[in-house]
């Protein structure tokens, strides 16, 4: 874990941040031995989320255009 002093994580306070974000913190340490941690949030959505697409489309169109696409799908077949 890395640590900065004070005045340190003052003056490289975004390079700090990055630090912290790439190891999962940073400590900050003053002259009077106080330390502070700096631990990067975790986002609260995730990044997997992929924004809708506002087509207007019906229900059985969908199916359609899936049943369609995986017709075309070579060796891709459900087997039971």
Known sequence: ???YT????SQKLASVLDTAEATGSVISQRRDGRSFTLVPQKSPVSPLDVPSVGARI???ERVD????????????KLRR
């Open 1 to 3: 874990m890395q640590v």
């Open 65 to 76: 255009l899936v049943r369609e696409e995986r017709g075309r799908t070579r060796g891709w």
């Open 58 to 60: 019906s229900t059985g």
């Open 6 to 9: 004070y005045s340190e994580a």
